[in-house]
């Protein structure tokens, strides 16, 4: 469990983080979408406290890291992995050094570690790779030994910091597989932050939208993006002319979840309210609490859809004109 409260970082006059509050409960993944310069990375280095927050506290499994000593705080770092970018692993070590280090640092046995290591490097899938180096290995391979690395201390939280932006479109989807793999099977604890929206669509629980180090947005990503004039709704139904909004006259925006994605619902408005609409724009995303669909339609001109607008609000139904 994360939990951050009132959570401010300065540099100088950049108020890089401004009274940030956010939780994420045990074994949930939530994600941080904003755009670069946001203080996406700031927030996210808060948790292990490698940047000391100037005002709030922050709670890892119950504990308050800002008030530990320096010998507990390392403890408490070490139930907290991090992954980033660019990998950041030793080119001149081999895969199973890399992994071992954490290890190594904390003084396990070499016979332990070299067990530990065999099963870290089966988990994230490379169980033939403990002698190669790095520069071998593809983006993917590299970020899955960072991965390995950042489980060897067995923490129960993972910060990731854009672990997949450096990546491919099919292996990132291959590393978010393997974050809600390890999620499953070791109960982990994972803050993300990234600024590709199908990242946090794909694997995350909740997500919260910064914008000029504030919290603007946040809650179950199914919810966010059922909310009509969200802007996580905004971002992923983007208009294909952005910043067109609809005519009112003549446009209706549907939002559906859940079960009603299935249903037929221009063929309701064709039949039950005579209304001859025609799609302009259709998008659905299927996130881990369910599917959110989106859909944008023309009326004919003259019509009076208000008797249709009633039915779809009552029928769960998320609608706008405008
Ligand atoms: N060590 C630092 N010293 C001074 N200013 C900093 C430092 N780290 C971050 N900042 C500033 O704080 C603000 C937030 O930066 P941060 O890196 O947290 O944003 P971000 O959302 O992660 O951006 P990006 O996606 O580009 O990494 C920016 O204005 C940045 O220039």
Redesign the pocket.
């Given at each position: 469990m994360i939990r951050l409260r009132d959570i401010t970082k300065r540099?100088?006059d950049?108020v890089?983080v401004d009274d940030v509050n956010l939780s994420v409960p045990a074994g949930r993944i939530h994600g941080v979408l904003?755009?670069?310069?946001?203080?996406?990375?700031?927030?996210l280095r808060t948790v292990n406290l490698l940047e000391r927050p100037d005002r709030g506290t922050v709670e890892v499994d119950g504990v308050d890291l800002t008030r530990l000593d320096h010998d507990a705080l390392r403890h408490a770092r070490s139930r907290i992995g991090m992954v980033f970018q660019h990998f950041r692993l030793l080119h001149n070590r081999t895969v199973a050094a890399n992994v071992a280090l954490p290890l190594k640092l904390h003084g396990t046995p070499r016979n332990l570690r070299a067990t530990r290591v065999r099963e870290l490097l089966e988990l994230v899938g490379l169980p033939d790779k403990a002698d190669a180096y790095p520069s071998r290995l593809s983006g993917g391979q590299r970020q899955r030994v960072a991965i390995a690395r950042a489980l060897a201390s067995g923490p129960e939280v993972l910060l990731s910091d854009?672990a997949t932006s450096a990546l491919d479109p099919q292996t990132t989807i291959d590393i978010l597989d393997l974050l809600v793999k390890l999620r499953a099977e070791l109960g982990l604890t994972i803050l993300l932050?990234t600024?590709e929206l199908d990242v946090v669509t794909r694997i995350c629980d909740s997500a919260s939208i910064?914008t000029d180090?504030a919290v603007t947005e946040s809650g179950p990503v199914a919810d966010l993006l059922a909310t009509p004039g969200s802007q996580l709704g905004s971002q992923a139904f983007r208009l294909p002319d952005e910043g067109v909004s609809l005519d009112p006259r003549t446009g209706l925006e549907i939002t559906f979840t859940g079960a009603a994605v299935g249903d037929p619902v221009v063929a309701t408005l064709v039949n039950r309210f005579g209304l001859d609409v025609s799609i302009t724009d259709a998008a659905v995303h299927t996130t881990t609490s369910g599917t959110v669909g989106r859909l944008r339609l023309r009326l004919p001109e003259g019509t009076d859809p208000v008797p249709a607008v009633e039915w779809l609000a009552t029928n769960g139904y998320g609608v706008r004109r405008a």
């Open positions: 540099f100088g950049i890089a904003g755009r670069s310069g946001a203080g996406k990375s700031t927030l854009e932050i600024h910064m180090g």
